[in-house]
C-alpha cells in the first residue's frame, strides 16, 4: 500500500460538476431545465454535478448550446480534473522503497533542480514523480535494471551503487534523446578527427563547448556529466542509432591528460568495433581485459606516434626542454608526455607537476 503524501488532498479537488451547480443558482435555473436543454436525462445531469460522473463529449456540447459556455471549456475543465485525479493516484502509488531510492538520489536530485531538468516541487511524492518522469521509468525502483545494460566492468573494491549507476545511465540516455545530430559518424573520418582534437587540447579552459561541436560534425553526441557517489564511472559510450555514437566522459578527475586519454579510450572502443551488438558500453574505474588494454593501446599511439616515442625513450632525455620538444613534433600539449612517463615510471610523479593542467568543469545543458 502506497504511502500517503503531504499536499493536495482529494478533498479539496474542485469536479466539473461543481461549476455547473454554481451556474445553475447564478442563472437560477433547475437541474431538470438544464437537463432538458443540454439533450441529457436528468439523473445524469445530477450524478455529474454531484461528482459521480464525468462531463462527456455530448454533454460538453449540450452545455454549450444550453448556457452559452463553449465545449472546450467544459473538456478542459475535465482533463485538467482528470491530472490532478491522476497526479494524487500517482503519490498514492508510492511506495516506500521507491521513497528510500529517491532519498539516496539527493546529489543527483539536486543536480538536475541546478539545470532546471526537473521542478522545485513542493513535497516529495511530487518530486518523485518529476523524476520518474525525467529519467523515464514508471518507477525508481527500476533503475537498478539498467545497471546491468552493456559490459559493466567495474571492479568489485569499489563502492557501487545499482540505483544511483542506473539513475545515472537513465541521465545520459534522456540528455542525448534531447540532441539531434544532422552528421553520420564515419569511421574512415578518425585521423582527422584525432587531428582537431589535438588543436582543442592545446586550450587549457573548459573544452566542452569547442568538443560538442567538434564531435556534432562528426556523428559523436558528446557531453561532459558530473559523477555521483555509487556510480565510479570514467565514461560511457552508446549507439544513438546505426550510424552514430554518444559519449559521455565524468567530472570525476580534473586533470586535464587524465580526461584526454580517457577520451581517446571511448575512440578507441568505436575504432576497435568493440559495440559489435551493444547498445551501451560502461567504463568504470580500475577495469581490465582485452578490450579494454586494446582501448589503451589506441589512445596512448593516437595521442603519441609510438616509434617516435620509442627513439624519444631510448635518448633517455627527460628534461622539460627535450619533453617540450618532442610534444610539439607530435602536436600535444607538453602535460600529455609528462603524464605517460610519469604513468609509466620513468620520471618521479611529482616531477613537472607545475606543467600539468586542471580543468574546472561547469555543469552545461549542452
Given at each position: 500500500?502506497?504511502?500517503?503524501?503531504?499536499?493536495?488532498?482529494?478533498?479539496?479537488?474542485?469536479?466539473?460538476?461543481?461549476?455547473?451547480?454554481?451556474?445553475?443558482?447564478?442563472?437560477?435555473?433547475?437541474?431538470?431545465?438544464?437537463?432538458?436543454?443540454?439533450?441529457?436525462?436528468?439523473?445524469?445531469?445530477?450524478?455529474?454535478?454531484?461528482?459521480?460522473?464525468?462531463?462527456?463529449?455530448?454533454?460538453?456540447?449540450?452545455?454549450?448550446?444550453?448556457?452559452?459556455?463553449?465545449?472546450?471549456?467544459?473538456?478542459?475543465?475535465?482533463?485538467?480534473?482528470?491530472?490532478?485525479?491522476?497526479?494524487?493516484?500517482?503519490?498514492?502509488?508510492?511506495?516506500?522503497?521507491?521513497?528510500?531510492?529517491?532519498?539516496?538520489?539527493?546529489?543527483?536530485?539536486?543536480?538536475?533542480?541546478?539545470?532546471?531538468?526537473?521542478?522545485?516541487?513542493?513535497?516529495?511524492?511530487?518530486?518523485?514523480?518529476?523524476?520518474?518522469?525525467?529519467?523515464?521509468?514508471?518507477?525508481?525502483?527500476?533503475?537498478?535494471?539498467?545497471?546491468?545494460?552493456?559490459?559493466?566492468?567495474?571492479?568489485?573494491?569499489?563502492?557501487?551503487?545499482?540505483?544511483?549507476?542506473?539513475?545515472?545511465?537513465?541521465?545520459?540516455?534522456?540528455?542525448?534523446?534531447?540532441?539531434?545530430?544532422?552528421?553520420?559518424?564515419?569511421?574512415?573520418?578518425?585521423e582527422k578527427l584525432i587531428r582537431s582534437l589535438k588543436q582543442i587540447m592545446k586550450n587549457h579552459e573548459d573544452p566542452q563547448p569547442e568538443l560538442v561541436d567538434?564531435?556534432?560534425?562528426?556523428?559523436?553526441?558528446?557531453?561532459v556529466a558530473p559523477n555521483f557517489k555509487g556510480a565510479p564511472i570514467q565514461g560511457y559510450l552508446a549507439k544513438k542509432n546505426d550510424e552514430n555514437y554518444q559519449?559521455?566522459?565524468?567530472?570525476?578527475?580534473?586533470?586535464?591528460?587524465?580526461?584526454?586519454?580517457s577520451l581517446f579510450h571511448e575512440l578507441g572502443h568505436i575504432a576497435n568495433g568493440d559495440m559489435g551488438k551493444q547498445k551501451s558500453y560502461i567504463d568504470g574505474?580500475?577495469?581490465?581485459?582485452?578490450?579494454?588494454?586494446?582501448?589503451?593501446?589506441?589512445?596512448?599511439?593516437?595521442?603519441?606516434?609510438?616509434?617516435?616515442?620509442?627513439?624519444?625513450?631510448?635518448?633517455?632525455?627527460?628534461?622539460?626542454?627535450?619533453?617540450?620538444?618532442?610534444?610539439?613534433?607530435?602536436?600535444?600539449?607538453?602535460?600529455?608526455?609528462?603524464?605517460?612517463?610519469?604513468?609509466?615510471?620513468?620520471?618521479?610523479?611529482?616531477?613537472?607537476?607545475?606543467?600539468?593542467?586542471?580543468?574546472?568543469?561547469?555543469?552545461?545543458?549542452?
Amino acid at each position: 500500500m502506497g504511502a500517503k503524501t503531504i499536499g493536495l488532498s482529494r478533498d479539496l479537488l474542485i469536479h466539473p460538476g461543481e461549476t455547473i451547480a454554481d451556474i445553475l443558482e447564478e442563472r437560477n435555473i433547475t437541474q431538470k431545465e438544464l437537463a432538458r436543454r443540454a439533450g441529457v436525462s436528468e439523473p445524469f445531469l445530477c450524478d455529474v454535478i454531484r461528482g459521480r460522473k464525468d462531463i462527456s463529449k455530448g454533454l460538453a456540447k449540450g452545455l454549450e448550446y444550453a448556457l452559452g459556455v463553449k465545449s472546450s471549456f467544459w473538456l478542459n475543465l475535465q482533463a485538467n480534473y482528470d491530472a490532478e485525479l491522476l497526479m494524487l493516484d500517482e503519490e498514492d502509488s508510492i511506495e516506500e522503497e521507491e521513497r528510500s531510492v529517491y532519498v539516496k538520489m539527493k546529489e543527483i536530485v539536486d543536480c538536475l533542480k541546478k539545470q532546471s531538468k526537473i521542478e522545485q516541487s513542493k513535497t516529495e511524492g511530487e518530486a518523485i514523480i518529476s523524476l520518474r518522469k525525467y529519467l523515464r521509468v514508471s518507477r525508481l525502483t527500476g533503475l537498478k535494471s539498467f545497471a546491468t545494460d552493456g559490459a559493466f566492468r567495474i571492479s568489485g573494491k569499489i563502492a557501487v551503487d545499482p540505483d544511483i549507476l542506473g539513475a545515472w545511465i537513465c541521465m545520459c540516455q534522456a540528455d542525448s534523446s534531447e540532441r539531434k545530430l544532422s552528421r553520420k559518424f564515419d569511421k574512415a573520418k578518425m585521423e582527422k578527427l584525432i587531428r582537431s582534437l589535438k588543436q582543442i587540447m592545446k586550450n587549457h579552459e573548459d573544452p566542452q563547448p569547442e568538443l560538442v561541436d567538434l564531435f556534432a560534425d562528426y556523428g559523436i553526441d558528446f557531453s561532459v556529466a558530473p559523477n555521483f557517489k555509487g556510480a565510479p564511472i570514467q565514461g560511457y559510450l552508446a549507439k544513438k542509432n546505426d550510424e552514430n555514437y554518444q559519449i559521455v566522459l565524468t567530472f570525476r578527475g580534473s586533470s586535464a591528460d587524465i580526461f584526454w586519454f580517457s577520451l581517446f579510450h571511448e575512440l578507441g572502443h568505436i575504432a576497435n568495433g568493440d559495440m559489435g551488438k551493444q547498445k551501451s558500453y560502461i567504463d568504470g574505474e580500475n577495469v581490465s581485459g582485452e578490450r579494454e588494454n586494446a582501448a589503451d593501446e589506441f589512445a596512448r599511439n593516437a595521442l603519441i606516434d609510438p616509434v617516435d616515442y620509442d627513439l624519444f625513450i631510448q635518448k633517455k632525455d627527460f628534461g622539460i626542454r627535450a619533453i617540450k620538444a618532442f610534444a610539439d613534433s607530435q602536436d600535444i600539449p607538453d602535460y600529455i608526455v609528462i603524464a605517460r612517463l610519469q604513468h609509466e615510471q620513468k620520471i618521479p610523479s611529482t616531477r613537472f607537476a607545475k606543467y600539468k593542467v586542471t580543468y574546472k568543469w561547469m555543469i552545461r545543458d549542452v
